[in-house]
C-alpha cells in the first residue's frame, strides 16, 4: 500500500473515518446526509485507490484492516477538529446577526424607512427588527439592542438617551383648521393603558400641557401612531403626532402641524446596548449618526410648522 493517498477526494477519506467511528454504512450516511449506496461507493474507490481493502465487516460492525488502521492513524483528528470547527462557524454567523427590539410605531414610522443604510454601511450584518407593544418586556433570547419611549429611562439596565421628542396637532395638507376649530374636528384617538408612561399623549394631555379647556374631540380609536397617520393621510382627521417619528411625513409634505400646537411632554427615545460586541457597537455608531446627521433636519420642517 502507498504510505500516502495524495489524490484521494476528500468525499472518500471522510466517508472511511466515519464508518470507522460509526460502525456502519446507515450510521456514517447519516452522518454525512448522504445514502448509504453512496458511502459504499466512496469506500470502494478509496480501496481501488489503495489497492487493497481498507475495512471488513465484523459481527454486523466496519473494522479497519492493517492497512486501514495505518490509514486512520495518520488521518488522526483531522475529521473531529472539522467537526468541531461547526458551532465555532455557526457562532460566527450567529455573531454577524443583529436582534433589535423597538416601539412598534417607532419602526414601522422611522427605523425600517432607513434601515438600508445601515445595511448599506455593513453588509455583513444580517439585522432582525421586532416591532413590540411593549419593547422592554423580555421574551426569549434578550436582543443585541433595546429602544424605549417613555418620559425617563427605564429602571432597568443601562439606557442613553438618543433623543428627545414634542407632540404636535397634524392633519393632511388639504385639511385647513386651527386650535379653535378642534372641539369640533374628527380626532382620532390613539389608545394606551400606560399613556404618558410609555411615550403615548392623549389629547386631555396635550390640552393641559397646553392650559386649554378642550372637551376631548370625537373619532376613531387606534392602538398605534402609525395607523391614526393611515387614517389622518385620508384628509378628513387630525392626529396628536410625535415630531420624532413623524418626521419623514412631515419633511415630505404628507402632514402638516397645527400652529401653535406644540408641547414638550417630557418625553424622549432611549436605547440600551444589552448585548455588547462590534454589531451591536456598529449598530449604535449608525443610529446615533442617523438620529445627527439626517433626522434632526426633518423634525425641525415639523416644529417649524408647528410654532407658527
Known sequence: MNDTFPS????????FDAVLRLGTLTAAAHELAVTPAAVSHRLRALE???GCPLVFRAS???CPTA?????????GDAFARIRASGPLLQGMSRAKALRVVAP???TVLWLLPRLSTFEAACPDVTPYVFAATDPLRSDGDPPHV???HSPAAPARGRWELLARDKTVVAHAPGLALN???LAQARAVHIDSPDGLRSGTVGWDDWARLLGLTLHAPSGPHVSAEHAAIDLTLQGQAVMLASLFTAAGHFAAGRLRAMPGTAVDAGIAYW???????????TFRTWIFEAVTAHHSADMQVGLAQANA
Open 146 to 148: 433595546r429602544i424605549a
Open 60 to 62: 454486523g460492525r466496519f
Open 179 to 181: 386650535i379653535a376649530d
Open 104 to 106: 412598534m410605531s417607532f
Open 67 to 75: 492497512e486501514g488502521a495505518a490509514l486512520a492513524a495518520t488521518l
Open 8 to 15: 484521494a477526494s476528500l468525499t472518500s477519506l471522510r466517508a
Open 48 to 50: 481501488t485507490e489503495a
Open 271 to 281: 436605547i440600551s446596548i444589552e448585548r455588547p460586541g462590534p454589531v451591536a457597537d
